[in-house]
Nanobody, 126 residues
Framework: QVQLVESGGGLVLAGGSLRLSCAMS????????MAWFRQVPGKAREFVAA????????NYADAEKGRFTSSRDNARNTVHLQMNSLMPEDTAVYFC???????????????????WGQGTQVTVSS
């Protein structure tokens, strides 16, 4: 019943910026801790960022601190990932995910997330 749809991916030059968005339908968005993960072919899914239900708390992978920022707009049922200073190694399919409604921790573990979007491709060229 929860549906997540990512958008905003595309092709960008190294050093550029991109903003991803994820929209939720089917449930009350503000009840859910949200996160971003990314994956490249043949590699494990990698944590990028997570954000609390209110947006007051965020959790980032160390490599992305200072470059990526997660935010949310509960009135519009959307979560965003602002990506700056992009590098070719950021190339991946980016997924948004939601925890179960009653869970509050801004976890970095994919097993803690119940609902997943289909992903949006980000390609960074040098």
């Amino acid at each position: 019943q929860v549906q997540l749809v990512e958008s905003g991916g595309g092709l960008v030059l190294a050093g550029g910026s991109l903003r991803l968005s994820c929209a939720m339908s089917g449930r009350s968005f503000s009840d859910y801790v949200m996160a971003w993960f990314r994956q490249v072919p043949g590699k494990a899914r990698e944590f990028v960022a997570a954000i609390s239900r209110s947006g007051d708390l965020t959790n980032y992978a160390d490599a992305e601190k200072g470059r990526f920022t997660s935010s949310r707009d509960n009135a519009r049922n959307t979560v965003h990932l602002q990506m700056n200073s992009l590098m070719p190694e950021d190339t991946a399919v980016y997924f948004c995910a939601a925890r179960g409604r009653t869970f509050l921790r801004v976890s970095d573990s994919e097993v803690d997330y119940r609902y997943w979007g289909q992903g949006t491709q980000v390609t960074v060229s040098s």
